[in-house]
């Protein structure tokens, strides 16, 4: 049964950084790629950065500089560190394996990022 566990949320002001962490399981973690999307209130997931099984990368025009995503596949695990937080990215985080327009698994429970004064 795959699982996806994000954690490393929480209320960070503007400017401010954070780290999330997201524990894969029940999937061999090493030969996918790995996303970390964004659900804002009333809004869809977006995929904000990509870390292929190879390592490339990709993000979302508007986190670019500012969001670093990375692996550890000997831990199943992947990393966003955010920096320079704006209320923009006042969000539910949620890791998953992209898949075109949608995302492989089910979604876990995100963690959310509030960024707010």
């Known amino acids: 049964q795959v699982q996806l566990v994000e954690s490393g949320g929480g209320l960070v002001q503007p400017g401010g950084s954070l780290r999330l962490s997201c524990v894969a399981s029940?999937?061999?973690?090493?030969?996918?790629?790995m996303g970390w999307y964004r659900q804002a209130p009333g809004k869809q997931h977006e995929l904000v950065a990509t870390?292929?099984?190879?390592?490339?990368?990709s993000y979302e025009h508007s986190v670019k500089g500012r969001f670093t995503i990375s692996r550890d596949d000997a831990k199943n695990t992947v990393y966003l560190q955010m920096s320079n937080l704006t209320v923009e990215d006042t969000a539910v985080y949620y890791c998953?394996?992209?898949?075109?327009?949608?995302?492989?698994?089910?979604w876990g429970r995100g963690t959310p990022v509030t960024v707010s004064s």
């Open positions: 029940g999937f061999t973690f090493n030969q996918y790629d």
């Open positions: 998953n394996v992209p898949a075109g327009i949608n995302a492989l698994w089910r």
């Open positions: 870390i292929r099984e190879g390592g490339s990368i």
